[in-house]
């Protein structure tokens, strides 16, 4: 552990505040007026920040501080909203050299410093290098000393530099019309903040009906903390330019926060997205995750279904597949599956933003079990919901190809069969089988044993019954025509 100590460091940085806060007037700390986060699920937010200043007539330098580290210095906006047409912007930066301890060995390259070793041993000399690890001194007498930082108890600098400050810093120089107070707004883009829905689904031991919570998780990396915000949320896909992101300060991993009592969420469309408005003001502080109810349906109707996917979805890129061993699989498991609706007939009535879902089920004793957990996309209000759950335990499949014949040069036909294989002691499942035919475009099923259903150009799936301690045999022939 490195066990470097700055101990000047605090000094230089409540000077520094000083001067920075006596050069600007007290304009570095404009009071706040509120602020305003639109957060993006795609990693990025709108910041909308309201302040008062003092002006000065004419030339005037605004430092505010307390903005994201991870700010996209394109994005940023500056606007009176007291006399917009009297105050002009003339320059605008943004400021990240913060105050640590690589700033301060490149400012004191060349310079003369005192290092403290951890035996007490005290060596001055000119600074020639701090990077890597190293600080490299000249002494009076010429000579270069390496130093290793983890043998470093102590540094002391003789002044201080000019440049650094303590925290990210938007700085502008202002051509004021007018003297004294005036409300300013800001706004960026930054990095560092996200928003993901998640749900909890409880699944009615039947498997006939559930009920549903949703979540808005809000996650803030940014640099940043927010208090008494005004927070709403996009669900969509928005487009951006994907620009490489850099980032100032570095965050630590987010700690979940204690799940929030529920409170209401306004919903309204806005353009082509879905908007939540969270009715209260939030504080979301820096590296904190916060979760917000803002969904809720009970006795929802659903659906368990089970599928066996042998068949991968395999796919001929212009020309006929003919290897015949090509596409097996050899899958034995049997996925279980969910489904439901977003209708409002259905028991929700809601859209569905992207997110994670978790479903649980009670034991005989009450408690409640995790049985699977999957994501969802964006899902309107009146759309189906389905996804996968997991293996069913009990329930088997075997798909093995019976035949395989290249009956001219044009024409190939191929047979499987499929026994389905319920272990359960009393409980009839239906399986839903999806078959891809892959090898041409051009196919015709020649026979078959169970009906089937077309799902698309190249897919069939047949539904068969399987009863409790029994087997279900699917057989069928495909036969596809390849043209030259």
């Known amino acids: 552990m490195r066990k470097v100590i700055f101990v000047l460091l605090l000094v230089f940085v409540f000077i520094l505040s000083a001067l920075q806060t006596a050069a600007t007037h007290a304009q570095d700390a404009p009071r706040p007026d509120g602020v305003s986060i639109t957060i993006y699920n795609q990693g990025t937010a709108l910041i909308r920040d309201r302040r008062t200043i003092e002006l000065q007539v004419g030339t005037n330098v605004i430092n505010f501080t307390d903005v994201a580290a991870t700010?996209?210095?394109?994005?940023?906006?500056?606007?009176?909203?007291?006399?917009?047409?009297?105050?002009?912007?003339?320059?605008?930066?943004?400021?990240?050299?913060?105050?640590?301890?690589?700033?301060?060995?490149?400012?004191?390259?060349?310079?003369?410093?005192?290092?403290?070793?951890?035996?007490?041993?005290?060596?001055?000399?000119?600074?020639?290098?701090?990077?890597?690890?190293?600080?490299?001194?000249?002494?009076?007498?010429?000579?270069?000393?390496?130093?290793?930082?983890?043998?470093?108890?102590?540094?002391?600098?003789?002044?201080?530099?000019?440049?650094?400050?303590?925290?990210?810093?938007?700085?502008?120089?202002?051509?004021?019309?007018?003297?004294?107070?005036?409300?300013?707004?800001?706004?960026?883009?930054?990095?560092?903040?996200?928003?993901?829905?998640?749900?909890?689904?409880?699944?009615?031991?039947?498997?006939?009906?559930?009920?549903?919570?949703?979540?808005?998780?809000?996650?803030?990396?940014?640099?940043?903390?927010?208090?008494?915000?005004?927070?709403?949320l996009v669900a969509g896909d928005v487009n951006r330019v994907a620009v490489e992101e850099?980032?100032?300060?570095?965050?630590?991993?987010?700690?979940?926060?204690?799940?929030?009592?529920?409170?209401?969420?306004?919903?309204?469309?806005?353009?082509?997205?879905?908007?939540?408005?969270?009715?209260?003001?939030?504080?979301?502080?820096?590296?904190?995750?916060?979760?917000?109810?803002?969904?809720?349906?009970?006795?929802?109707?659903?659906?368990?279904?089970?599928?066996?996917?042998?068949?991968?979805?395999?796919?001929?890129?212009?020309?006929?597949?003919?290897?015949?061993?090509?596409?097996?699989?050899?899958?034995?498991?049997?996925?279980?599956?969910?489904?439901f609706t977003t209708a409002e007939d259905g028991g929700l009535g809601a859209d569905l933003p992207a997110g994670r879902v978790r479903v649980y089920q009670e034991d005989i004793d009450g408690a409640a079990l995790l049985i699977g957990e999957n994501s969802i996309d964006h899902t309107p209000e009146g759309e189906q919901v389905q996804f996968y759950l997991g293996n069913a335990f009990d329930l088997v499949g075997e798909r093995v190809q019976t035949s395989f014949q290249l009956i001219s040069r044009n024409v190939l036909q191929e047979s499987y069969e499929i026994r389905l294989r319920n272990r359960k002691d009393d409980q009839a499942v239906e399986i839903r089988v999806p078959e891809y035919l892959f090898r041409w475009t051009n196919w015709q099923i020649l026979n078959a044993n169970q009906p089937y259903t077309q799902l698309d150009a190249n897919t069939i799936e047949f539904r068969v019954m399987v009863e409790p301690g029994g087997e279900t045999v699917i057989s069928y022939t495909v036969q596809y025509s390849i043209p030259g």
Request: aromatic share 10%.
């Open 71 to 232: 700010i996209d210095p394109t994005s940023v906006s500056f606007n009176s909203l007291t006399d917009p047409t009297g105050t002009v912007v003339l320059e605008q930066n943004f400021v990240f050299d913060l105050v640590n301890s690589s700033a301060l060995l490149n400012r004191y390259l060349d310079e003369t410093i005192e290092v403290t070793l951890d035996d007490g041993t005290v060596i001055t000399g000119q600074l020639l290098s701090g990077r890597n690890g190293e600080i490299i001194l000249r002494d009076a007498e010429q000579q270069v000393i390496v130093i290793g930082m983890d043998s470093v108890r102590n540094i002391e600098f003789p002044d201080l530099p000019n440049g650094l400050i303590t925290r990210p810093t938007l700085r502008w120089i202002i051509e004021s019309a007018n003297g004294g107070a005036q409300q300013v707004e800001i706004t960026y883009l930054a990095g560092g903040m996200n928003w993901t829905a998640d749900y909890t689904l409880l699944l009615n031991t039947d498997n006939t009906a559930l009920d549903l919570n949703g979540w808005i998780t809000l996650t803030n990396t940014s640099g940043a903390a927010y208090t008494d915000a005004q927070v709403k």
């Open 246 to 339: 850099a980032r100032f300060a570095d965050g630590d991993v987010a700690e979940m926060a204690g799940a929030a009592p529920a409170e209401q969420v306004q919903q309204r469309e806005f353009f082509e997205y879905q908007l939540y408005e969270i009715e209260r003001a939030v504080t979301i502080g820096d590296n904190e995750t916060k979760q917000v109810e803002f969904v809720s349906g009970a006795n929802i109707p659903a659906t368990t279904f089970y599928v066996y996917d042998s068949s991968y979805p395999y796919y001929n890129y212009g020309y006929a597949i003919t290897d015949q061993y090509y596409g097996q699989t050899g899958v034995t498991n049997v996925g279980s599956w969910l489904e």
